[in-house]
């Protein structure tokens, strides 16, 4: 396991001014928090400061406080008597354990899709396996990482399972987070990835969408992994 990285002073961040807006500021600046955290404006090991955040977003530091509270509970922010607030740095130990959680409520998730397939979603699987094809053999990275978004929102639709949706997606967020770079070197196999899952998904086969999706989750960990270390 590697050693944490220390902890970085954060730098001023073009974040979006809030508190002109009249929306309830807690959510708004978890919000934009998370947004910044997972898009890695806000990196590993930063330290956040109240004050600077504050200022940054144009709100005051009561929903600032809030707001790490809520991404400390998510596993984005960590927060220490000492040095305060600082996003996390996540452990290769750690984010083996996000990556099993996720491969196997995937696999759940393309299950009850599975079981759950009606003539709407099948003929919603053939237009977005026809235009992944068509992107494959073009090699067209930008289209296939776009369709690998719309893969996993249609199988959550599919899931029926709203409580499993919004599990799913945290996840989803945290291991785009961890394996970003992961995207563009791997569209072509994740594509065909993808495809079997979605067959698998119309064909009704319930066991094959489940092994596959959950197969799919800890490939692309582990070929992060091996590529890092590469």
């Known amino acids: 396991m590697k050693a944490p990285e220390p902890v970085k002073e954060s730098s001023p961040v073009a974040l979006p001014q809030l508190g002109a807006r009249h929306q309830p500021l807690r959510q708004v600046v978890t919000d934009a928090l998370r947004k910044a955290i997972l898009s890695k404006q806000l990196k590993p090991g930063e330290r956040l400061i109240e004050e600077q955040l504050a200022a940054d977003l144009g709100v005051s530091r009561n929903p600032i406080r809030e ?10 922010v960590e927060i220490s008597p000492r040095r305060g607030a600082s996003v996390t740095n996540v452990s290769e130990e750690e984010a083996q354990e996000i990556v099993e ?5 995937e696999g759940l ?3 009850l899709a599975a079981r759950r397939c009606s003539p709407a979603l099948k003929a919603d699987i053939e237009k ?8 494959a053999a073009a090699n067209d990275a930008p289209a296939l990482a776009k369709i690998h978004s719309e893969v996993h929102a249609l199988m959550a639709r599919a899931s029926h399972n709203r409580n ?22 791997r569209a072509q196999l994740s594509w065909r990835e993808h495809a079997a899952i ?8 319930e066991e094959l969408a489940a092994v596959l999706a959950s197969r799919h989750v800890i490939q692309v960990g582990t070929d992060y992994v091996v590529e890092a270390k590469g």
């Open 67 to 76: 707001a790490l509270r809520v991404l400390e509970s998510e596993g984005l």
């Open 101 to 105: 959680v996720r491969a196997a409520l």
């Open 109 to 111: 998730c393309a299950r």
């Open 128 to 135: 977005v396996l026809d235009r992944g094809e068509r992107a």
């Open 164 to 185: 499993l949706t919004v599990f799913v997606q945290s996840l989803r967020d945290k291991t785009d987070w961890l394996y970003a770079s992961s995207v563009s070197w």
């Open 198 to 205: 979605m067959r698998a998904v119309a064909d009704g086969d």
